[in-house]
């Protein structure tokens, strides 16, 4: 996984990005109709149910804009929230609240969505050991903020880019020429380039199980699109020689069938890809 210092760099360009994107010369409608001078106060107002996600990182999007701006903080991350609930109030520049509002507003209620959806699935793996994951399949741009909503909502991270984890997935494989020279190159690789980093191999079927244990260096198998029966035959070939996921159309009728087959994770990019955001607001008061 990356660094935390790395996550804060990438929180850091989504935060200088999205001013760039909505701000650019100026916030000419506030320009024209606030006195620089003005101070005001707003208030984010929960208008949904779910679990709120993103409190620190609008705390970080109003103290990037305007240093000045003050920000109360009622409710934490990863509480749960309910229509009428008051987050924080933020006051000082009106506007600088304003210039600060779009921005906050985007990322909470995607942040929200994600949290919620991941929390639902946590509770359907209660009483297990699997833990869910996410998957890079996330917004351009915007992958280190759903990250952290994954985390906020009770699940855990998966690599977080191409560069901190190995995954070899059946076009690699193909490339390579099978599973077993897929292994050996990458660990080749690996040595020659002095990194230290995590194997994960997919199988499509049992018998690439099999093959994927016969060689060494492997930490995790990826279990992909396997029905309920052979999941479990995969997971007591694996036994305790490595860590075990599941993946592949996974949702929340099948999920804790999956679990209960005994992998380690299940992966889903159904966290990130599939939600309909929190409906939030930020009203002057």
Not at 219 to 246: K, M, P, W, Y
Request: aromatic fraction near 6%; glycine fraction near 8%.
């Amino acid at each position: 996984m990356i660094s935390e210092a790395q996550f804060q760099n990438e929180l850091q360009l989504i935060i200088h990005n999205g001013i760039r994107e909505d701000i650019g010369p100026g916030d000419y409608s506030s320009l024209a109709c606030i006195p620089a001078e003005a101070k005001g106060k707003a208030k984010l107002l929960v208008k949904d149910q779910g679990i709120i996600a993103g409190v620190s990182f609008a705390e970080m999007i109003f103290k990037t804009v305007d240093p000045s701006l003050e920000i109360e903080i009622f409710i934490h991350d990863g509480s749960t929230v309910q229509h009428g609930d008051v987050v924080f109030h933020v006051s000082g520049s009106s506007q600088s609240i304003l210039k600060a509002e779009r921005l906050v507003l985007n990322s909470m209620q995607r942040m929200s969505a994600i949290a919620t959806k991941t929390h639902q699935y946590v509770q359907l793996l209660s009483g297990t050991q699997t833990k869910i994951l996410d998957t890079r399949k996330t917004t351009p741009g915007f992958r280190a903020t759903e990250k952290w909503a994954v985390k906020i909502g009770g699940g855990e991270n998966h690599r977080f880019a191409l560069y901190d984890m190995i995954m070899l997935k059946d076009n690699h494989i193909d490339f390579a020429g099978g599973i077993t020279q897929a292994i050996a190159k990458t660990r080749a690789y690996l040595s020659q380039n002095n990194l230290d980093l995590k194997i994960i191999v997919e199988a499509r079927n049992l018998d690439e199980i099999k093959e994927i244990l016969q060689s060494d260096g492997v930490h995790r198998i990826l279990i992909d699109n396997f029905n309920f029966d052979d999941t479990r035959t995969a997971v007591a070939l694996i036994g305790n020689q490595c860590q075990s996921e599941s993946s592949g159309n996974i949702n929340e009728k099948t999920i804790r069938q999956y679990a209960d087959c005994g992998v380690d994770y299940i992966s889903s990019g159904a966290l990130t890809h599939s939600v309909c955001n929190m409906d939030l607001s930020l009203k002057a008061f």
